[in-house]
Structures are given as C-alpha cells and as structure tokens.
C-alpha cells in the first residue's frame, strides 16, 4: 500500500459514542463539557502490568454518550453508564460486567489528563488517561500518498473519472476528484461534480420515513393498507401484511422484476404501483432477503402521501436543506443542466464508449438521486453524528440507531475473511468489516457506481463515485482509506482485484466465442415473418412490440429497440444496440395456439421465474365499432338462422335456443366464442362488399350465407 501512515490512527478509530444513559449536572457540563468531550488513551495500574485503556466522551446536548475499549482483552467500544461530572471529578462506570468496576478521577493539566481511582470487587488501582489530540489531523496523516495511489488505480481500471469524499472525527479529511467528468470535452473531476449516485438513494427515502416516526405520523409496522388503501401485491396474505419496514427491507417474496419499470418514462407512480398485483412472488412473506426496487418506490410514494406532496418535496425540505446539499438533485435530467457533471461511460473490448443518461426517475425513491462529494460529506456527517448537522437535529438517535440496525439477514456467505456475513437494515447493508461495524450502501446505474461507506463506531464514513459502468473502484478505494485511517493491517484489495477482473475479462470473451453452441443448427422459423409481429401485453409488464423492419423482426419494449436475428425453430435472439444494449443476447420465445397462429410471447425478463408470457393483443380494428358494422346480419347454417348483433364496439352471436355468445376479437377478421373453447367466426368481405362467415368448430368449419336485407342489432 502507497503512503506513510500514521501509528496513533489506529488507537483514535476504535472510540465511539454509543447512546447510554448519563447523569450529568447542568452546571457541571456547561464547565467541563467542551474539555471533557473526546478521546482519551491511557491505563490501570495493575501490579507488575499497565492494562491499556481507550476511552471515548461525546456530549449530546445536556446528555452525554461515551464507550471503553479495552484492547488486551479484545473488548472494544463497551458503553459507559453513569458518568458524573461536578466540579472537577469525573465518574464513570462499566455496566454490566461483575465486580462493578467504576472509575473515579480528576481533570487535571489543564484539561489535558483524568488520574483517579478504579475500583473493582473491593480493590482499587489508580489509572491515567491522557487526552489525544485531533483526530482528524491523524487521519491527514494516515492519508499521505493516497491521492496518488487513486489515480494511479484509475489508470489501472480504465476508469473515466473518480472523485471520493472522507469523513472522520466530525471533520472532512479528504474530497478531491481524479480523472474526467467528461472525456470528449476534456472537463476534470473536482469535489463539486455531479455523479448518479444509483441505489445509494434508498437510504434517503428510510431517512425520510424515519422523520416521519419520529413526528408520530408513520409506523415502521403497521399495515401499508392502513395508509394505502389501494395497495395490493399478488399474494393476498402479504397484502394485508405488509408493513413500511417490511418495503424497505427486501423481504416481500417478490425477486427483482426491474425490466417491469426499466426505461419506462410513461407510467406515473400510482400506476406502476397499481401493477403490483401483477407480479408473481418466488418466495413466500418475508422467507428470504430479494433486493426490490419496486417495494421502495412504494416506500417513498408512502412518503409523499403522507406529507401531503411528492417523494422529492419531502427529500428535499427533511434532508438536503438542512444538510445544505444544495447540488443534489433527483432526476439526471436537471443534473445535465449544473455546470459540473459527469457523463456515463461503459467499457467494451478494452474501449472506452459514451453511454446514454438513463432517466429512472419513475422509481426514484429507488435509485434516481444524483449528487456530488462535497454534498454527500454532509450526508456521511448526519449519519455519523446521531442525526444531527452543524449543532441541529436532522432525525432523532434512536432513529439513526434503527436505521443501521440488522432487520433482514442475507443468506450468503461472503467469499472475503475479512467480512462478516451481511444483513439489511432500513436502506443500509449492514456487517463486519475486519471486525470493525460497517453500514452501506452502493449503488449503480447505467455509467455510474457509487458507493456510500459508514464505520458508525469510528466515526468514520466514505463516500466515492465512478463514471464507468460497473467498475468496482469505489468500493476497492473506500476499503483503502479505511485500512489506512482504522491502521488496519496492509491488504491490497486493489491488485487482488485487478487480477481477478483480468481473469474474468478474459473467460467472458471466451464465453462469448462458444455462444453458438447454444443455438440448434439447420432450423427455421416455422412462419414467415410477418406473422411475428404485433403487439402483445402483460398486465404487470405492459406492452412488447413486434416490428417487421425489412427482413429483420426488432423487439420494441419500454422504448428500448432491439434488432432480433433468429436463432432456432420460434426462437430469436437480440442484437447488440449500442445506443441501448440491454436486450442484447435476449432470447424471444413465440407461441403458438391449437389454431397454429402464433398468439403468445415468452420473454426471460425476470431471472428467478420463468419466462415471462405476453399475449398477443388483436387486430385493433375488431374493436372499432364503425368497421364492424359491416358484419352484422343474419346468417344462415342449413335450417337455422344465427344473427351477428353489436353491443357498443363487441359482436355477439345468437343460436337459436342457446344464450347469446359474445366474440372475443382474434384477428384477420375472426373472433373467438367467448368461454366456448375450439369455436371461433370469421368473416369474409368480398370485393362487392358481400359479407361470408365460417363458423369453425373441432368437427369443421360451416360456411353461413348472410341474409339479404336482413341486420342484426
């Protein structure tokens, strides 16, 4: 690892302030209160051994937090109780643990050392500690070379631009940007540049619903229905069921289903929400953790019903005001208007290629913030300070506390030692990292990664941002800087990692070579082409088109265009579209009814399902009153006469001694017997305008001669 560090750091990162319960004078705290905050490193006198001691004072208005670490016996960040201050004499003692060990001392040297007694199980040992200094200065320190260590590991990941934030002790320590925001116009990266921050924006919409906890307006679990009278899910039992905590936590039985809303800018929120009814759950109520968007944008619809506005209005007025993120914005359109932004890049065969923006700002409460380092330090320094910013209060401790608290564990585990198996809080993936409590969150959208990084009990955060699809820098500089700050023992997480992408580089092109052997050789469709094409609709993922474009079928979904080549039999596969390659290698699967028209459209949108069935809409004229006009009449079939009515824009048939039939649009002119399986009529305009209809049946088809001057109604 590049750089000179600092040995102190190491002490200064294990001192936290967890919430305990003190009892402090007001007197006393407004005497001692600023001299008594910090951290404190020294040791009981045992005989013939000094136990070495890290102590951590935090004041919290006319409260205090404070913990102890005890390193020798591998006990760290311990909550202090009892802390009594009068005068000069400082009291605290460990709860908790036998013997009732209690301290008892004086500030002394000018507020410089604590010296008193420690007493436990009826002994007593004197004990010293003596204040340390800055800890933000240390962790400048530790930081000495990393800026050249970052770009030297931009250049190795053909990473665009880079731009990364660090907070500790309350201070930021570190923002700078490396590389460029905009290569074709050769912009640089500073602290101040705009990236998409992805999924990272979940934490604001728990942020948002823990303000409004705190007012009494919201409960983590009471029933969503309570509060969303319309809200259904596919399965009735999580319907009645499900709760805020239970959205943003990933546990409604319901995998991603993200190409449901993906590039989707035509459904409003209500809407999209209204289809969740539609999509089918793989895992029962709350079974097993499945990361879904879908579940947060109705978390933070929940938050603009209930404050009487728009997910944005209230981001806005209970977070980025009184944080004084005055460049963050929720829609990567406005984020193009700023003076400083960053461009989405991707990377492909080693090339370097412009992206599109991609607008998600229908699932916003997901994924669609964007934002700078030098807003989101402000972000990382609320969370860090129990809700507080600059001296007010943002959000209250115990929501803080319930937000970076383990509410959903994750069934993997990792393949690193040095990290725990994760669980999910409200917004934040929580676990150990080299056993320190690390809360995050990443997030990526299309030419941009972010990550979001807390070490809550060091007071330590991070924030980086990449403009490259998929590069895992982020988190790779994240972990530095914080190996560096916490005086972890050296890893280099980054030439692991780089070797591990080359690898997988190289086998994805040789994946890519071997593709054919998945396609049946020496087939063809079964019907010419244009008998693909049409429209074909789910009722959750709305509508897939089929165009005949020349001589080559494209798949239009969600405005996203994608050529299709055939693969084999009713099987075709998409084309690389470099303006939108997510449908690329998609394979298309077409259907075919008893009747050997091609009726349905199986698309694999959904991973942990099956593919996902579209049914082909009708001829759109079979519902236009005006032109089935021409159809109505009386026909006759051998003795009896069937009339051809029409109710509002639907034919009906009526068989003498059977209740009438309505006729459910097919196409080319044919319309099948509702309910009545194998039955359908089709007619025929001849050029004189003479009307024939064929009545097909399992037995055979009956030709009915239309009836001069006779009309149905």
């Not at 507020?111 to 199980?121: E, L, R, V």
């Not at 998600?360 to 934002?371: K, L």
């Amino acid at each position: 690892m590049a750089g000179k560090r600092n040995a102190t750091t190491g002490r200064l990162s294990r001192w936290c302030g967890a919430a305990v319960g003190i009892l402090v004078t007001t007197a006393a705290h407004s005497v001692l209160g600023g001299e008594l905050a910090g951290r404190w490193d020294g040791a009981i006198n045992l005989p013939g051994v000094e136990l070495r001691l890290e102590v951590s004072l935090r004041p919290e208005g006319t409260d205090w937090s404070g913990t102890i670490s005890i390193p020798a016996q591998n006990a760290r960040d311990l909550p202090l109780e009892g802390i009594v201050v009068r005068g000069d004499s400082v009291v605290f003692i460990l709860p908790r643990i036998g013997g009732e060990p209690r301290f008892s001392g004086r500030l002394t040297d000018g507020g410089a050392k604590i010296a008193g007694d420690f007493t436990q199980s009826g002994q007593t040992f004197p004990f010293e500690l003596r204040r340390v200094h800055s800890g933000a200065a240390a962790a400048k320190a530790s930081l000495e070379g990393f800026a050249a260590f970052v770009e030297q590991a931009r250049k190795d990941w053909n990473v665009p631009g880079f731009a990364i934030g660090i907070v500790f002790d309350g201070e930021v320590v570190f923002a700078e940007g490396f590389g460029r925001r905009n290569i074709e116009s050769d912009l640089p990266v500073t602290p101040q540049t705009i990236f998409a921050i992805g999924s990272a924006s979940k934490a604001f919409t728990t942020f948002a619903m823990a303000t409004l906890v705190d007012e009494g307006k919201m409960e983590w679990d009471r029933p969503v229905m309570s509060y969303l009278p319309k809200f259904r899910l596919y399965d009735d039992y999580a319907t009645t069921r499900m709760t805020p905590r239970d959205l943003v936590t990933h546990r409604s039985g319901l995998p991603r289903h993200d190409l449901a809303w993906y590039n989707n800018r035509t459904l409003s929120r209500e809407q999209m929400i209204e289809r969740l009814q539609h999509y089918e759950p793989n895992k029962q109520f709350r079974e097993t953790f499945q990361y879904n968007n879908m579940m947060f944008l109705t978390a933070g619809y929940l938050v603009g019903h209930l404050t009487g506005g728009t997910w944005e209005q209230a981001v806005q007025s209970r977070i980025l005001d009184p944080l004084e993120m005055v460049h963050t914005t929720f829609s990567v359109d406005v984020s193009q208007a700023s003076r400083d932004f960053a461009m989405p890049y991707s990377e492909k065969d080693d090339e370097i290629r412009l992206m599109s923006f991609r607008n998600i700002d229908n699932v916003g409460p997901a994924g669609s913030i964007n934002s700078s380092i030098a807003d989101m330090t402000h972000w990382l320094q609320v969370h860090l300070n129990g809700g507080k910013f600059n001296g007010r209060k943002i959000v209250s401790p115990q929501a803080v506390k319930e937000m970076h608290t383990p509410h959903m564990n994750i069934a993997a585990l990792p393949e690193e030692a040095e990290l725990s198996p994760t669980a999910y809080g409200l917004g934040w993936f929580v676990r150990a990292y080299r056993g320190r409590l690390q809360v995050e969150h990443g997030g990526a959208i299309d030419g941009f990664i972010a990550a979001v990084t807390l070490f809550p009990n060091d007071g330590l955060g991070v924030v980086a941002f990449a403009n490259k699809n998929g590069s895992a820098m982020p988190t790779l500089m994240t972990r530095h800087a914080a190996d560096r700050i916490l005086d972890l023992p050296e890893k280099d997480w980054n030439r692991e990692a780089l070797m591990k992408w080359h690898a997988a580089k190289e086998a994805a092109k040789a994946a890519e070579e071997k593709k054919d052997l998945l396609r049946k050789p020496d087939t063809r469709p079964a019907f010419a082409l244009q008998e693909y094409a049409g429209e074909y609709e789910h009722p959750g993922y709305g509508l897939a088109r089929i165009r005949l474009d020349g001589d080559r079928l494209t798949l239009v979904f969600n405005d996203i265009v994608t050529p299709l080549e055939h693969w084999h039999y009713d099987v075709f596969n998409g084309l690389e579209n470099k303006d939108d390659p997510t449908f690329e290698n998609l394979r298309v699967q077409f259907l075919s009814n008893l009747k050997g028209d091609i009726d349905r459209l199986n698309l694999p949108l959904e991973p942990m399902l099956g593919p996902i069935t579209f049914t082909r809409n009708p001829d759109a004229q079979l519902s236009d009153a005006a032109y089935l006009q021409q159809f109505i009449g009386v026909y006759e079939l051998a003795t009896q006469e069937l009339a051809v009515g029409l109710q509002g824009n639907t034919l009906t048939l009526s068989v003498p001694g059977q209740p009438i039939y309505e006729l459910v649009p097919d196409r080319y002119n044919e319309f099948n017997l509702k309910s009545v399986s194998g039955f359908s009529v089709r007619f025929e305009v001849a050029a004189d305008g003479a009307v024939t209809a064929y009545l097909n049946q399992p037995n055979g088809v009956f030709e009915l001669k239309r009836k001069a001057g006779k009309r149905g109604s």
